[in-house]
């Protein structure tokens, strides 16, 4: 199965995972008794097996960083830990050549009881590094940790991103062939969180990367290729942009699907609303810029709402409006006709009228619209208010934090201050 240059390959690798403990005649029968074929297709199989990884295979060649996503429970884990040799493949073939160093639980070979100091022999040990290789890279790893101050107390008095810190100090330098890293480049302040980044960086260039992450910005900017897995399978693996573009997607559908099956396609019960009725809003609607039904977008997307109304008593100039606002109720914008100086047509009993936002810049959350229809912009006497009476979410890639993505760009100027 080995061939040249390759450092990581999965055949056909299956893990299985039995929920119940072991007894004698438990495993005595499994001997006898047919469960789940060693395919992992588990005709006839008993709940308590459960099928983590099936027919697996992929190979990464040295000097790769290879991204693995997808949703929780797919399987990620499972695979660094095979990889770690930490559990072996139910079926299936792996081979794995040089030392590999692991970034997934961070200090979990410390004792609370002993001191930094003490704890950097125990855990640098622990990871395969002799006392020699340890007192020779001593120096680098508590300049790396900031924790010189504190060497000599005992973990236990640690806080969480100190204990965090030292973990990731020793880890980084075990200079492992192929280092393993699960969501660990957010530990600590944000200084030390920078460091860790410019680090990580620094070791790609003599490492083989396994890295998991639900940070798909990061994925696409440091890794080489990126591995989509679901339900335990691989979905798809090649350039990350291509990967994660299709992975967003996906994601973008499944919840569409799921907020049909549990959201009514009209206004929600329970909204606030308010007005005199001439005119009525019965439902509120986001579609796409295909006019197609949806409620989750990604950034940028053109985001189309519909408002639907009937007409029951006469009316004088009216205008509708829209506010977005965030999860915690801030509004992040909003707008009315009136403000657009947009004459309204409306039809004799009902109609509906649409707003669109082109290339919607925010950020990943989730967002509710209130509407309302009003006469010559008298918002205090409103026909009809519904608050919160529709909700959207937005995925991304983009790093930025915030609600709206702004065009930047970072120069150094080179002037005094």
Known sequence: MRSSGM??????????????????????????????????????????????????????????????????????????????????????????????????????????????????????????????????????????????????????????????????????????????????????????????????????????????????????????????????????????????????????????QKLKGIRPLGPEPGVRRWGSGEIEIVKVTTHDAHGQPRTVFRTCEDLIVRICYQVHRPFRDPGFGVKIHAADGTCIHATNTFMRATRVAINAEAGSIEVRYSKLPLLAGQYWLTVGVASENNWSAPYDVREFVQHFEIVTTHPNVGFIVLDHEWSVTGYAC
């Open 7 to 256: 450092v990581i390959q999965f055949d056909d690798v299956s893990k299985c995972y039995n929920g119940l403990p072991p007894t004698l005649l438990r495993t005595f029968s499994r001997f006898f008794t047919p469960s789940i074929d060693s395919a992992g297709n588990g005709s006839g199989g008993k709940q308590s097996e459960f099928w983590a990884i099936r027919h697996l295979s992929f190979e990464v060649e040295h000097g790769e960083t290879l991204g693995i996503i997808g949703s929780n429970g797919a399987g990620k884990s499972t695979i660094l830990k095979l990889i770690a040799g930490i559990t072996a493949p139910t079926t299936g073939r792996l081979a794995v050549e040089g030392r590999v160093g692991s970034l997934i639980e961070l200090g979990a070979g410390f004792n609370q009881d002993l001191t930094g100091r003490e704890n950097i022999y125990l855990n640098a040990a622990v990871l395969g590094l002799t006392r020699r290789e340890i007192e020779q890279r001593f120096d680098r790893i508590v300049a790396f940790s900031g924790l010189k101050d504190f060497l000599d107390t005992p973990v236990k008095y640690y806080s969480s991103g100190m204990y965090a810190r030292l973990g990731f100090a020793i880890a980084v330098h075990v200079e492992a062939d192929i280092l393993l890293t699960d969501e660990i480049l957010a530990v600590g302040d944000a200084a030390f969180q920078r460091q860790c980044y410019e680090k990580f960086q620094d070791l790609k260039t003599s490492t083989t990367i396994v890295l998991v992450s639900h940070d798909l910005a990061r994925v696409k900017e440091i890794c080489t290729r990126v591995l989509w897995i679901n339900e335990g399978c691989l979905e798809r693996i090649g350039k990350p942009n291509e990967v994660v573009d299709a992975y967003l997607e996906f994601v973008r559908l499944e919840r569409e």
